[in-house]
């Protein structure tokens, strides 16, 4: 039962408070990232040293042949020509120890945005913390939201931003608990997340209130929240994209025998990220992951259309874009998958498929009318 | 879109042979070819067929397609809004000749939007049916002997033991199996291959393309849409004679209509009477009455909300609008009663400020002449204190908290003796005289239960109460139930085709001259991913319990690690890593 005036004004008001504090916390976060990078400038760029590395292996191989280890050394054929290699190390015998380390890769990626410098790791370092910080108030923003009016939070394009920017968040801090390497995505990240809270808070906003009629449905919380994570997750492939492709102009750039990165930017910064092919896997990864779900979140839709307006698909405007967005997401991943696209080109049909995307949420609610309008917008 | 260097760089190299042929058919990726293969009109033909089922000219197309969905986006589509394009058309009358050329009303009915679609899944059935049975026999045969040179592969690892080689190999043959490999020993090595779900999840998820257009063309044949509305207290009987309005296709008539009987009870509507959203829609409910076929005696209930459509023998019965019907009695100058009933008034705004008109077709006026007589109004369900002089009569909430009927009077000809048909909700004054009060038109603000003497003796009119109506629509659409299951397949072969990783393992042992076993295992894998040196890395050190690795090589690698990419592979080291380049694209490229 949806009574007409069952809304919560205290917890409303919490929500846009707690929103408004993520937002204060994210900015500092993103300010700590800069810092970060800056810092890591001055120190020099360490590309680790073989010595160093040798050291360790030659340790850890020592120890290995004393307790009668089994030791093997896989070599890799990587996509830009060389090789890395690959070595499992196992104690003999039932429930071994098994250490696997790679060797390689990390002299092609780079040491990240802090570089040597302890300063700047520190600043890293607190500004992950501050990223949680700012996480924690937002989720508790969206909660105290969907609380107030006890119903999902996302009927709305200032909820759906908002669930939105945190699920952007949530996958860069998930990246980090996996102990990926991805301290330098927490910059673009957070200033994503700040421009997409910006918009929500000052464009888009709306009063907590009950859902109209045609959002009654619990297909909201299948279709939309899937939505809200294929959003944050093409977002996040769409910053990787985007730096696979400055860095392998910078790189080059570098082969040119240029001084400046691309846009006059410090060679500095690039050396700092990972190698292109990195960059690049990374992005086809999470568009890969991402397309079935995506998929996924087209069929949901199209099973509430059926049960609310009687068609399945109508093209609707709504419908016909994310149609078109699946559609280009799957030129993508042909191009990558089978014809050998690789690279920028390939790089160049997720930017355009992430445009497609961009243009269905923004545009599409703003623009152009058809029967997907939400309250409020 | 090229053909990208890799294709190039493999024709006349002979030293990549090896890894072509190993990578022989990872895919189900169509050949490609770059000219003519035959001679003649067959040979073009075939060429023809060749570049369709490319996967080139499948980018292209899925590029086209939608690209080709962006017009219909943004121009209004006769499908869909009918009053839109009209409007539209009447702004843009340049433009609109040219677009009604191209189609642009219709485009995801239009030539060239069909074209492209049709064009994408002939391609698709050329290149995918091909492909499953060239899978099946794939399925049927050995995975592809160990090539010569296993240095070549992208993944490889080598040391020497003391063990016998054929137990090595067997060793290795009976760890791959373990490993749910499809593993073959034969000719002192070991091939074996997994990730076969992988090509299954692939076809899958293009075959049940076909399902989902299968599902699309089917419901666009056999479906039909009427509208019907009720209001409160009304019933229909579901034939081409009671429904308001009725679309059929080709295979749904007037005549196929499922028949059943429905009847609307009650109408509840909530709506938001506070904050900054005041006025917004929270709750719209119909409570009906109905039964299947023809049989009475099965009477039974239901509920139709705005996600919750009632169905009913094959069709669906959608809530889609509502508003409000005034009731309304006429008396004529002798005090008789000459009409009473609920008239739907339609909504023009989001406040349901509602207009209708109400015609009384035997009238009888003060002299017993038979004459006609019309009401247009306004039904306002919360009425301000006075009317806004630019605007009119405007409601100030849709919920009913003050209603309020403002009517005018016409008296002469209705025009519906006339034969033609009318719009109900109009009122054609040709031939009508608006009845006059002092100089003015008549006009009257009337709350419920009041009652209005009409000028000039024409009687009287009541305004008695309200009801709501509800306009429904009554679908019949087949197929669903074929595009769901090839949506659902979609998925699940999506998810195997995406992550599921195919890949090949040789083990090969041979029995060096001076004395002692050379071990050799290589890795191939289609797609990118580390996974396949875990793999490989995992499988070694479990091989090495049979195959422990001799001491004075454990020494040369842990001496100097930096060096070991040079040595662990002894001769062939410096050959390893200049091919590992060529080997790639065979293993991402996936072509024959
Ligand atoms: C109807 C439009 C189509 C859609 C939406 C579509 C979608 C996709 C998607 C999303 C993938 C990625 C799966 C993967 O990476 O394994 C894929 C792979 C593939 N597609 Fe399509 N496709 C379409 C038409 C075609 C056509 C016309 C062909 C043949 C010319 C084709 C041949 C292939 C092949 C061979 C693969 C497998 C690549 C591999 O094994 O890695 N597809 N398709």
Redesign the interface.
């Known amino acids: 039962m949806h009574l007409a005036s069952s809304v919560d004004p205290q917890l409303a008001d919490l929500s846009n408070k707690l929103i408004y504090s993520a937002m204060a916390v994210y900015l500092i976060a993103m300010f700590a990232y800069m810092f970060e990078w800056t810092f890591g400038a001055k120190g020099a760029v360490a590309v680790r040293s073989t010595e160093q590395a040798g050291l360790a292996g030659a340790v850890a191989a020592a120890e290995a042949r004393a307790k009668g280890a089994k030791k093997v050394t896989v070599t890799v054929a990587s996509a830009g020509g060389g090789t890395t290699t690959l070595t499992r190390t196992a104690l003999a015998g039932e429930g071994a120890t098994v250490v696997t380390s790679g060797r390689g890769d990390e002299d092609l990626d780079g040491p990240g945005a802090a570089g040597s410098s302890e300063k700047a790791d520190l600043s890293g370092r607190i500004a992950v913390s501050l990223t949680v910080l700012a996480a924690l108030l937002h989720a508790g923003g969206v909660l105290t939201r969907g609380l107030s009016v006890s119903r999902w939070p996302w009927g709305n394009m200032y909820e759906f931003s908002c669930a939105f920017a945190l699920a952007m968040t949530l996958a860069f801090l998930g990246l980090m608990i996996a102990k990926k390497p991805v301290r330098w995505l927490g910059l673009p990240v957070t200033l994503a997340v700040l421009l997409t809270l910006g918009v929500a808070v000052s464009v888009l906003y709306t009063e907590s209130e009950q859902l109209v009629p045609a959002l009654h449905s619990y297909w909201l919380a299948i279709h939309v929240s899937t939505a809200i994570i294929c959003g944050g997750a093409f977002y996040a492939a769409f910053i990787t994209t985007l730096l696979y492709l400055g860095k392998d102009s910078f790189d080059k750039r570098m082969a040119a025998g240029l001084a400046k990165g691309p846009l006059g930017t410090s060679p500095s910064i690039w050396r700092r990220l990972p190698a292109a092919s990195t960059l690049d896997k990374l992005s086809y990864r999470i568009n890969a992951l991402v397309f079935p779900l995506w998929t996924f979140t087209i069929i949901a839709g199209a099973i509430w259309a059926e049960a609310a307006w009687g068609k399945y698909w109508e093209w609707d405007p709504k419908e016909t874009w994310s149609f078109i967005t699946w559609v280009a997401y799957a030129c993508y991943l042909h191009a990558r998958a089978t014809a050998g696209w690789k690279g920028r080109k390939a790089a160049y049909l997720a930017l355009g498929a992430f445009a497609c995307w961009l243009f269905n949420y923004y545009g599409v609610n703003i623009f152009v009318t058809g029967k997907h309008s939400y309250a409020g917008l | ?1 090229t053909n ?1 260097t ?2 190039r760089d493999r024709v006349g190299d002979t030293a990549q042979g090896a890894t072509e042929e190993a990578a022989e058919r990872l ?1 189900t ?1 169509p050949a490609e070819s770059d000219g003519p293969t035959g001679i003649g009109v067959v040979g073009w033909l075939r060429w023809m067929w060749r570049q369709l089922t490319s ?2 000219v ?2 292209i197309l ?2 086209l ?2 690209l080709a ?2 017009p ?3 121009i209004p ?1 006769n ?2 809004n009918q009053f839109k394009v009209e409007t539209w058309k009447a702004q843009h009358t340049t433009v609109a000749p040219i677009y009604e050329k191209l189609q642009l009303f219709d ?2 009915s239009s030539v060239w939007f069909s074209a492209i679609y049709i064009l994408l899944f002939v391609s698709l059935a050329g290149c995918i049916v091909p492909r499953t049975w060239q899978f099946v026999g794939v399925l049927r045969a050995r995975p592809p002997a160990a090539p010569r040179n296993l240095t070549r592969m ?4 080598a ?1 020497r033991t003391d063990a016998d080689a054929a137990t090595v190999n067997a060793a290795a043959h009976r760890l791959l199996r373990a490993r749910r490999f499809r593993a073959h020993l034969d000719g002192g090595a070991v091939a074996a291959e997994k990730g076969y779900l992988r090509e299954v999840g692939n076809l899958v998820f293009h075959l049940s393309l076909f399902a989902l257009l299968g599902g ?1 063309a089917w419901a666009s044949l056999a479906s039909g ?1 009427g509208g019907k509305l009720l209001v409160e207290g009304e019933g229909y009987s579901n034939t081409i004679t009671q429904l308001d309005d009725f679309t059929g296709t080709r295979f749904y008539g007037t005549e196929d209509l499922d028949p059943f009987y429905v009847k609307l009870n009650r109408f509840t509507s ?8 005041i006025g ?5 409910t119909a409570n009906v009455d109905y039964y299947e076929g023809s049989d009475p005696a099965k009477l039974k209930q239901g509920k139709i ?5 009632l169905e009913i023998g094959g069709s ?1 019965f ?1 809530l ?1 609008g509502h508003g409000y019907a005034p009731k309304i009695t006429v008396r004529n100058a002798a005090g008789d009663v000459v009409y009473t009933g609920a008239t739907p008034f339609l909504p023009q705004d989001g406040n349901l400020t509602s207009t209708g008109v109400i015609k009384v077709s035997d009238y009888g006026d003060k002299d017993g002449k038979r004459t006609q007589l019309g009401l247009s109004g306004f039904f306002l369900p919360t009425a301000p204190v006075a009317f806004d002089r630019n605007t009119g009569p405007r409601s100030l909430f849709p919920g009913d908290a003050d209603p309020v009927l403002v009517l005018n009077a016409y008296a002469g000809d209705l025009g519906t003796d006339s034969g033609l048909p009318q719009n109900i909700y109009q009122l054609n004054t040709k031939n009508l005289t608006q009845l006059q009060q002092d100089g003015q038109p008549a006009k009257v603000r009337l709350k419920p239960g009041e009652a209005w003497a009409l000028p000039d003796g024409y009687g009287s009119v009541t305004f008695e109460g309200y009801k709501q109506w509800a306009s429904f ?1 009554v ?1 019949h ?1 087949p197929g ?1 139930a074929i ?2 299951t090839g ?2 397949l ?2 699940a072969g ?2 195997g085709s ?1 992550f599921i990783q195919r890949r090949r393992i040789w083990v090969r042992a041979v029995a060096l001259p001076g004395g002692g076993t050379q071990v050799e ?1 290589a890795g191939l894998g289609r ?2 991913s ?1 996974k396949i ?2 793999e ?3 499988l ?2 479990d091989l ?2 049979d195959a ?2 001799l001491d004075d090589e ?1 020494d040369d ?6 060096d ?2 040079s040595e ?2 002894s001769a062939e080291a410096d050959e ?2 200049a091919p ?2 060529s ?3 065979a293993d ?4 024959e």
């Open positions: 879109m990208t890799t294709d895919t990726a996967m080139r499948a980018l899925l590029f397609l939608s969905a962006i219909g986006s943004l589509q499908g869909q485009v995801y992208p993944v490889y690892a040391w699309f849409t909530k709506f938001q009477n506070n904050g900054s959203q917004s829609a929270r709750e719209f909300e705005v996600n919750h459509p669906k959608f889609i629509n679908s659409r669903n595009a769901l949506a659902v979609a998925i999506l998810i995406l295992l797609s990118e580390a040196a875990e490989l890395a995992a070694a050190v090495q319990d422990p690795a454990s690698e842990s001496d100097d690690e930096s070991d990419e662990d592979g390893a890593s590992a380049e080997a790639v694209p991402q490229n996936s072509k």
